[in-house]
Each structure stands twice: as structure tokens, then as C-alpha cells.
């Protein structure tokens, strides 16, 4: 299954003898399967099976369908809302009076009343008719998802582009690690000795505090972890699963790998000040893949 955005656009015409079908599909990103139909009146009796149509195609995003019917020729006769006309006059009448309005009516405002003239409509909707217009649909729908494969497609690329960005930058803080480490070793010497001189703690708690110091020093650990997240998006990116969920996941803990990389080689001379220009540029690669993936399905 190819990856696909929740973004898409598509419209499509179908014609029968007993009229034209038109149908248009436009969606945006969206947590969920967000439906809203848009159906000419002849056509609200197809409503469940336009959902249905609809949740075959797609399993998340705002998705607006439009579907409208055209009949091939009219009956020629129109059906007079004669009580709503009767209604509208007398309306007319106390209203004049009541606020002494010289005023006559106008029928050719009253003709514009909605409701005023319809179509006569047959009970149930012909099996032509519902034909012609689920066709259009479906038709709509499945160009629209052709639509979110190829800009589906085009998203999994820039994200490429700034994953494989992010392991650059891992790669190069790798190999500085070697070089940062005399400052971090300073820093461990510097608190150990810091407590010998306020007080001689036992050797275990001794042996304690410069496990956890080496631990908040060194940054191997980090990188390892950052590279291994790199690696997992490329793999899910190439396998065309739905990502939406995992992905957002995956970017969190990078940005949480790369916050700790910043925060242990903070002020370890020019090496940290490489150290900190690598892991923005990371944050900010690892930012443009969240931004992307939100309009992934």
C-alpha cells in the first residue's frame, strides 16, 4: 500500500439518457475519517452508500464529497405552493396595516420564495439515476486517491531529504565525540572534587556520583539512538505502510535524543559550539518531517 496524503482534489462527470451526474472530493489533513456530504435533494437517499463509498477510499482526514444531479430533459410542469402563496399574501396584508406600509404585493418577489415552485419528484429515486451517480463517485474518489498517492509520494521524498540530513549530523557529532570527551572528563574531576572538598563520602556513594556523572557526560548513547530512529523512518518511509501514528512517535524521540545532546556538551569550548550548531540543524530537520508527516494518512 502506497503512503498517501490526507490532502487531495477530484472531480469527475458521468452522463446516461437520464440526466448528468456531477461529483467532486476535496479533503484536507485530519485526525480522523471526517465526512461531510453535500447532496442534491433528489439525491439525500443515497447517503449511507456514499459513506460507504467514501470509507473504501479513505481512513483518515476532512473530507468534503459534493454530488449533484442533472435530469437529461424536464416534465415541463411545475407544482404552485398554493397554501405557502396564501399564507405569504396574508402575511403581506397584517404587515401593511400593522405598520402602515402602502404597499402591494409583488409576485414575482413571491415566485422567489423557496418552495414557492418545485419539480414534481417521483418516491423513490431511479435505479438509472442512482447508477449514473454513484459511477460519478466512484470515479471522483478513485482520482482522488490517485491524487494523495502522488503528493503522498512527494512528502515521503522530503522527508527522505531531511532524515537523511539528520544522519549526517549524527555521523559528524559521532566523530566528535572523541574530541569532546577531555572537556567532559574536566567537568567529572572538577564535581568530584568539588565533593571530596565539602566532605568524604563513603566509597560507595563516591563510586554512585561518578557513575552518574559519567553517564550525564558522555553522549554515545544518544547518538546511537538518534541513528537507530533515523534509520527505522527511512525503513518505514520505503515500505509504504500507513505511517501517520508511528511517525509522529519516531520524531518525538528524536527531538528527545537531540535536546540531550545539547544539554551534555553545553559548554565544552568550540567543539560544543559545533556540537550545538549540528544538533539545531538536526532539531530543525527533524521539525520539517513532523510538519510533513501531519498530512500523511
Known amino acids: 500500500m502506497s503512503i498517501r496524503s490526507m490532502t487531495g482534489f477530484a472531480r469527475a462527470r458521468r452522463s446516461s439518457a437520464a440526466g448528468e451526474a456531477i461529483a467532486t472530493v476535496k479533503s484536507v489533513n485530519h485526525r480522523a475519517l471526517d465526512l461531510h456530504l453535500h447532496l442534491a435533494a433528489e439525491l439525500e437517499s443515497l447517503e449511507p452508500k456514499v459513506r460507504d463509498l467514501a470509507r473504501k477510499h479513505t481512513q483518515r482526514g476532512h473530507v468534503d464529497i459534493r454530488l449533484s444531479f442533472t435530469p437529461a430533459h424536464s416534465e415541463g410542469t411545475i407544482t404552485f405552493n398554493k397554501a405557502l402563496f396564501e399564507t405569504w399574501l396574508a402575511t403581506f396584508d397584517v404587515a401593511s396595516m400593522e405598520y402602515n406600509v402602502n404597499s402591494t404585493p409583488d409576485l414575482n418577489q413571491a415566485l422567489r ?54 544522519r549526517l549530523v549524527a ?7 572523541d574530541q569532546v570527551l577531555p572537556y567532559m572528563r ?35 548513547e544518544e547518538i546511537g539512538r538518534l541513528q537507530v530512529h533515523a534509520e527505522e523512518l527511512d525503513q518505514m518511509l520505503t515500505s509504504g505502510v500507513e505511517i501517520g501514528k508511528k511517525l509522529d512517535f519516531l520524531v518525538q524521540e528524536m527531538n528527545r535524543e537531540t535536546n540531550t545532546i545539547l544539554s551534555k556538551t ?12 549540528l544538533g539545531l540543524e538536526a532539531k530543525t530537520n527533524v521539525e520539517r518531517i513532523r510538519e510533513q508527516g501531519l498530512n500523511i494518512e
Open 113 to 166: 420564495i423557496q418552495g414557492m415552485l418545485s419539480a414534481p419528484r417521483e418516491a423513490d429515486l431511479p435505479e438509472e439515476v442512482e447508477a449514473v451517480a454513484l459511477g460519478a463517485l466512484e470515479e471522483a474518489l478513485a482520482a482522488h486517491a490517485a491524487f494523495r498517492i502522488r503528493e503522498g509520494s512527494q512528502l515521503v521524498d522530503l522527508m527522505k531529504e531531511s532524515n537523511a540530513r539528520v
Open 171 to 177: 555521523a559528524e557529532i559521532a566523530q566528535l565525540r
Open 266 to 277: 553545553s559548554g565544552a569550548g568550540e567543539i560544543g559550539l559545533r556540537i550545538t550548531a
Open 186 to 220: 574536566q567537568r567529572l574531576e572538577d564535581r568530584l572534587s568539588e565533593m571530596l572538598s565539602k566532605t568524604l563520602p563513603s566509597p560507595e556513594r563516591l563510586a554512585q556520583e561518578a557513575a552518574i556523572l559519567a553517564d550525564r557526560s558522555d553522549i554515545a
